[in-house]
């Protein structure tokens, strides 16, 4: 399974938005709109998820912010 996700600066700060179905899955499962890297993290860990960024056009590019 695969969650895609775009980074997003929200008046200075980095916040994670889900973009395919898993990876909303997550977010909803998790009570938040955002993604937490511990989340993720434990999708990863627990379902053997793995996830991609993808660019979000209305945005400058924010390129490997996150490792997991």
């Known amino acids: 399974m695969q969650g895609t996700y775009t980074p997003r600066n929200v ?7 889900p973009v395919n179905a898993a990876a909303k899955a997550i977010a909803k499962i ?4 955002t993604l937490r890297k511990s989340d993720m993290m434990a999708a990863q860990e627990a379902l ?4 991609e960024q993808v660019s979000d056009p209305t945005v ?9």
């Open 11 to 17: 008046y200075g700060e980095i916040k994670i938005y």
């Open 30 to 33: 998790a009570g938040t709109k």
């Open 48 to 51: 053997g998820m793995t996830w």
């Open 60 to 68: 400058a590019a924010v390129g490997g912010f996150l490792t997991l």
